[in-house]
């Protein structure tokens, strides 16, 4: 069963410090890697998508990367802000082409204190 | 920006009542998504559209709920009779080629 794993659970740094969240693996075979930040509220926002080929990609102060060897991704944040205070979800989809081929991480909560 | 628009925003019912909820997925994405988010659960898949057309709703629990696109502005989904236990947020999201790349904020749910 495909399975997606995420740590930590929840998370609290101050403003300003890096953190780095973890998203573990099983599907296969492996199609791409999303992350999505969801504030509370409010819909999960797409931060990157990630196919095999890439093991490493930005957007702004988020880096995440890839080894798809050990089925493992990560997601690094520099120089954290109070907005980057929400839940960060990994969605990892398989090759089969169906929507139901998704499989969703249950999220770290990341708390950003001033 | 274009953006998903789900509606009503927040929904507090009683057990036995009908449920509506509305998505304007946004023009010209070709597969429509339902989500349901649980604190326990996290987002699990309800049912899905591709060119209006269902794909899959093995998600859903057939008796209680449905899902339609009557058109391609325009997605709903119902439960009748809800209870207590569908109590969630609902997401609705749309994209291209089965990638949920857009939600809206959701339809957050209560049945009493």
């Known amino acids: 069963k495909n399975q997606v794993e995420q740590s930590p659970q929840s998370l609290i740094i101050l403003e300003g410090k890096n953190c780095t969240l973890q998203c573990n693996y099983t599907v296969s075979p492996f199609s791409n890697l999303r992350w999505y930040k969801q504030d509370t509220g409010r819909g999960p926002v797409s931060l990157t998508i990630m196919t095999f080929s890439e093991n490493t990609k930005s957007n702004g102060r988020y880096t995440a990367t890839l080894d798809a060897d050990t089925k493992q991704s990560s997601l690094h944040i520099t120089a954290s802000q109070l907005s980057d205070s929400a839940s960060y979800i990994c969605?990892?989809?398989?090759?089969?082409?169906?929507?139901?081929?998704?499989?969703f991480g249950k999220g770290t909560h990341l708390i950003i204190q001033p | 920006d274009a953006r998903v628009t789900q509606t009503p925003r927040d929904k507090v019912t009683e057990m036995g009542q009908e449920v509506t909820m509305r998505c304007q997925p946004i023009?010209?994405?070709?597969?429509v998504f339902w989500y349901r988010q649980t604190m326990m659960q996290g987002l699990e898949l309800l049912a899905y559209f591709r060119n209006r057309a269902p794909l899959d709703d093995s998600g859903m629990p057939k008796d209680r709920f449905s899902a339609e696109m009557p058109d391609a502005t325009l997605a709903t989904l119902k439960i009748q009779p809800s209870e207590p236990r569908d109590s969630a947020v609902y997401f609705c999201?749309?994209?291209?080629?089965?990638?949920?790349?857009?939600f809206g904020d959701g339809t957050r749910l209560s049945i009493l």
């Open positions: 999201a749309s994209g291209l080629d089965y990638q949920p790349q857009h």
């Open positions: 969605v990892v989809s398989d090759s089969g082409g169906g929507a139901d081929g998704l499989t």
């Open positions: 023009l010209g994405h070709n597969t």
